[in-house]
Structure formats: C-alpha cells, structure tokens
C-alpha cells in the first residue's frame, strides 16, 4: 500500500452541478473564499498493491513497475477557527439541501432539518480549489462524514469538517475570487445562550445564564459507493450509508439548577436550544433545537471562574412529536449557495 497527505491553509468552495464535476477554472472565479485560515488535510486515499505477496522466485517479491492502483477514496479534512453565519448553510447543505426564504429586508431565512426518511432532502455536492500556498489540488464530490460547531466562552464560534470526496487532481488555477460581498459575522462564544426544554425542540424553552462552553457532533450517515464501474474511483454517494446522529456536548456550572436540568435527568428525554442573535443591519441570528437521551454527567470536571463545572454529553434522539432530531436555522444575507456560474 502506498498513500500521500497534504496540509493546506486557503480554501475556496463551490457548490456542484451533479456529484463530482466540479470545474477548477469556474471555483476560481465565482467560489466562496474562507473568510479565515482554515488548518485542513487532504489524503489522496490510493491504494496501490505493490506486490508485497509475490512469490517470484528472488528474496525481494518487490519488482519494479509492477505496482497496481487497486483503489481511490480520498479523504478531507478542515479545521476552521471561526465560521461567520453566512457560511453555515454552504456545509449544512452539504448534509442536506436548504431551500432559503427572502425575508424581503436584505436578510433570508436558511432553515436545516434533515428528514429522518427516504424522503429527506438530497445533499449538495462541494468542490474546491485548496492550496498550501504554493501547489494547488482541485478536491471534487466533496461530502461529510462528520460536521461539529463548537464555541468557547472565550473565543470565536468554530467549525469542524471531515469526509470523503471522488478525486484530487493538482490544478494551476490561481483562485481570483474576491472577497465576499457580504460582510462576514462571526460569533462570539459568549454571545449564545443556552435553554433548556421538556416538550419540544421548537418551543417552551427557559434560559439558563451558566453555560460555558459546547460542541455540537454530526454524524451525517453518507458514505461513498464502491462498486465496479471501470475505475477505482467512487460510483457515487450513499445518502443512507450509516446511522444519523451526533452528541451535544456542554459545560456548565455546578449548581442547584443544573442538578435539575442535567443530573436528575440521566438517561431520560432532554430538549435543549443554543441561539445568537446580533444587531446588526439586517440582523443575523443562528439558532440550534435538539432532542436528545442524557447519557452522561461528571459532576465534578474542574472549575471555571472559581466555580466547579458539569460536563453533560446528550445523544441526539429522534422525537416522533417534532418528527426530528436536530434543526438549524440562520438569518443572514445570504441568498443562495456558490453556485457554478
């Protein structure tokens, strides 16, 4: 087996016609440049036998020329410091498509359900141009396994990506894309707020004032297609490969409130809401529902503030009323996706 790694720290993105035809020259001049410096891998995911089983008559069973491709499933992965609000529905989509609603004030409504059928919403294809700065790869059928947000108390709303794509090519297109022409908002970790719920991920929620920090984990069900098609590249994309779920993770502090919200509800139906909202012209806001099992609480994890933490994991969970696990809504400016001029 043989394989090759590549850092990269500048991404442009756009969305795909039909899975894997993305074109490098039309990311270049109409994707959508990362606002920030992205710590992202790509993984060429060849796998060649070299082989290493022969029995060919010399001690070495090595020979030269010999080698043969046996398969191609490249990997991504992206490590985002901050994530602006108009950037969300540009990975959500990638999970499940989002049709936007025009609020008719120069804001629209992006709201992210992912059905829990076969008739949920088909996702949409990415591909990019990505660069170390000096070589250029073109990643085309772009698709997540995994998808976290995470916000800190203390620093900026983050983002995290990891999942396979159709092929990696080097590229000599220089992206010329200019800079958005929406002013990107990022989200300061301390302007969510939390909410706790008991009947619904949509509505009846009370806020609580001592949450921390979280992080959202997506496991978004698709994998690649591997069957004989002629090449050793996928056939395409499963929608439907694996499970659909993920983990709300939290810290907050120790206190009589939260033994009530959070210990005493071990193991039981949780609904929690994460929102933000700012003031800005048009406002932009983000706001995450979630059903979920309790399935862990350490009551003691250290202290923050001088103040002893919780640190509470909840399995995202399927709730027939809501006919949901998860939802994700932002208002921002943006009015559709990166689309192929």
Known sequence: ?????????????????????????????????????PTGVINLGQTWDIGEDRTIGVRTPIVTGRSTLTETSPEVSLD???????????????????????????????????????????????????????????VKGILPTTLTLSAESGGLTSLGFSGFAKSIEKTAQVPTVGLPAITPRSIAGRTWTGATGST??????????????????????????????????????????GAFGGTLSLTVGSNPAAVS????????????????ADAGSPAH???????????????????????????????LAYDPADDACIYIQTINELSSLPIPD
């Not at 609580?208 to 996928?234: C, H, K, R």
């Not at 919200?261 to 933000?276: C, H, I, N, R, V």
């Open 285 to 315: 806001s983000v706001t995450i529902g979630v059903a979920g099992i309790v399935k862990n609480v350490e009551p003691i994890t250290g202290d923050v503030d001088g103040l002893t933490t919780y640190a509470i994991e909840v399995a």
């Open 80 to 138: 985002a410091p901050a994530v602006p609000t108009d950037e969300l529905p540009i990975y959500l989509s990638a999970i499940g498509e989002i049709i936007p609603v025009d609020n008719e004030d120069g804001s629209w409504t992006w709201t992210w359900q992912p059905g829990m059928d076969s008739t949920a919403p088909a996702p949409v294809s990415l591909h990019a141009i990505v660069t170390d700065g000096n070589q250029g790869y073109h």
């Open 261 to 276: 919200e959070f210990y005493d509800k071990l193991g039981q139906t949780a609904y929690f809401q994460l929102s933000f």
């Open 200 to 241: 619904s991920m949509y509505a009846g929620f009370t806020n609580f004032d001592y949450l921390y920090d979280w992080s959202l984990e997506i496991m978004a069900g698709q994998g690649p297609i591997f069957s004989q098609v002629g090449s050793t590249v996928n056939a395409g994309y499963n929608q439907f490969a």
């Open 1 to 37: 087996m043989a394989n090759g790694t590549t850092i990269f720290s500048k991404i442009v993105v756009q969305t795909e016609p039909t899975y894997g035809t993305g074109n490098d020259a039309n990311v270049a001049l109409y994707g959508r440049r990362l606002m920030v410096s």
